[in-house]
């Protein structure tokens, strides 16, 4: 096995945010490489559910209630997941919430979860993990960031401010290990994924949210990961869309900002009204499958949302050209 091309068969994956989406679709394509698993998430029950799956691809699966933002817990993870198979050599920071409304709007308490989960909470499983692939001198660290790394999410700030923060920490963090040739540090940026990730959001808009189209498998993502755990590259991105809203964001990040910020409020303007919630910040959440089933309601728009995409692409050659022509 080379560093370059590893083989997964028996190799120890830590993963958290285990039970829906990403994580779970996670989960199950490392059962079938033959990983060992160690599943962590705030609900047990669920997890022992997704432990069950795995375990009947053939995996030996642990399960680790674990809530990220505290990081006593995530200390007793990588413990408990070294005292049971000997060591550690994928570690997948999964974890991912969002608070969706305006600024000032939105409870200051939630602000601060949304940066405890998505940030502070992959920062904790670093630490946790990193000083045992440094005494190995081997380790993939991947850590799940989003195309809003890229890309400003107006009405969702604390989810921006936590995924922008989570890229330069990714990024520093790689500087920093660059004498270790076999610990990487990898990122993902996928798309907007069908999982049921929006409908366990925080939504204080007092509208129904569901996430913009085009929607890519979940499981699209699930391969990025895997793919890193056997060839570590230092970043993915997943789907068209997050590799257009990067270079969109390039050319012209205010005029980015305010589209995003425009549609959304086109879209609350006609969107049916729904309760302010909570939604899983600060209790899990109740749905915990790999689908959000948005795809198939949003067949519909196909159309619309394949001629968005080319108007988008087309304004991009434009500002790209004009940009050149100033240059030149």
Same mark, same amino acid.
């Given at each position: 096995m080379t560093d370059k091309n590893r083989n997964l068969v028996g190799q120890?994956?830590?993963l958290t945010g285990a039970t829906s989406g990403i994580g779970r679709a996670t989960a199950v394509q490392f059962a079938r490489a033959g990983a060992d698993l160690v599943l962590a998430a705030r609900r047990e029950t669920v997890l022992d559910e997704v432990a069950a799956q795995c375990q009947a691809l053939g995996a030996q699966v642990l399960v680790v209630p674990t809530d990220v933002t505290d990081e006593r817990a995530v200390r007793?993870?990588?413990s408990a997941a070294v005292a049971r198979f000997g060591g550690i050599d994928v570690w997948v920071n999964n974890v991912g919430v969002g608070a969706v409304g305006s600024f000032v709007q939105?409870?200051?308490?939630?602000?601060h979860r949304v940066i405890e989960a998505n940030l502070i909470g992959h920062i904790n499983g670093?630490?946790?993990?990193?000083p045992h692939f440094i005494a190995r001198k081997s380790g993939v660290l991947i850590n799940m960031i989003s195309l809003g790394a890229w890309a400003a999410a107006p009405y969702a700030t604390a989810y921006s401010a936590s995924k922008f923060g989570l890229r330069g920490f990714t990024e520093a963090l790689r500087g920093e290990l660059r004498e270790w040739s076999n610990i990487h540090v990898c990122?993902? #940026?996928?798309s907007f994924m069908d999982t049921p990730g929006v409908s366990h959001a925080a939504n204080y808009t007092g509208r129904k949210l569901q996430p913009a189209a085009p929607l890519y498998d979940p499981r699209l993502a699930a391969s990025a990961v895997v793919s890193l755990a056997r060839a570590p590259r230092d970043s993915v991105t997943v789907g068209a869309a997050a590799t257009a809203l990067r270079v969109a964001h390039w050319v012209s990040p205010a005029l980015t900002g305010w589209l995003g910020a425009s549609g959304f409020e086109r879209y609350l303007s006609k969107a049916e009204s729904a309760p302010r919630t909570d939604g899983n910040l600060f209790a899990p959440s109740v749905g915990?499958?790999?689908?959000?089933? #948005?795809?198939?309601r949003a067949a519909k728009g196909k159309a619309l949302s394949t001629t968005a995409v080319a108007v988008g692409a087309?304004?991009?050659i434009g500002?790209?050209?004009h940009r050149m022509q100033r240059r030149g």
């Open positions: 120890c994956v830590v007793a993870l990588a939105t409870p200051l308490k939630s602000h670093a630490h946790a993990v990193l990122d993902v #940026y996928p915990a499958g790999i689908d959000g089933g #948005y795809r198939q087309g304004l991009l500002l790209l050209a």
